[in-house]
């Protein structure tokens, strides 16, 4: 099976049996499009929904907004003939990982919903918010998608001299 990664900012499309597209998600989102009649499907991994209404985007960071990223994966698609009536998404990430960052996951998500709402594609797993990272792996040929929660990082272990020594972090 050939394996295709995205990292945020990212998205790839595929027509190919055999191939997965994966990624890591915590606050992001990961929309998986696929058409089911020419089996063209996609994934885009994107940071945060959309723009403020008073914040200018440089052009070389709109693919880290979901807005552009959305476009960007269906134009794709469609140039490879999936037809945009025929799409439908699976939608994973939104974690509210770092509490002191706010409820930006859940802003993610609430984006991506609309997002697919207001352009009518139909809408197949959601797995959505929560606290806990997660790894993604989608067959963009047969429209399967799955997440899997990611194991919290080992705590940093921490070891101090007792005489005014050196401090080692390891």
């Known amino acids: ?4 990664s995205i990292i945020q900012g990212e998205h790839a499309v595929v027509s190919e049996p055999g191939t997965v597209i994966t990624t890591l998600l915590g606050s992001c989102i990961a929309v998986c499009l696929q058409d089911s009649i020419t089996r063209i499907g996609g994934m885009n991994h994107f940071l945060l929904g959309e723009p403020g209404k008073d914040q200018r985007v440089n052009g070389q960071d709109l693919h880290h907004y979901g807005l552009h990223a959305m476009e960007l994966l269906i134009n794709a698609m469609m140039q490879r003939g999936a037809l945009r ?3 439908r998404a699976h939608v994973y990430g939104g974690a509210n990982i770092v509490p002191g960052l706010g409820p930006i996951g859940s802003s993610n998500a609430a984006f991506a919903r609309r997002f697919l709402e207001t352009e009518g594609i139909a809408l197949g797993h959601v797995d959505l918010g929560g606290t806990q990272a997660r790894k993604v792996e989608f067959l963009p040929f047969e429209g399967k998608a799955r997440a899997t929660p990611v194991a919290e990082a080992p705590p940093v272990a921490v ?3 007792p005489r005014g020594g050196e401090l080692e972090l390891f």
């Open 85 to 87: 009536t025929g799409l």
């Open 159 to 161: 070891s101090v001299a």
């Open 1 to 4: 099976m050939r394996r295709i």
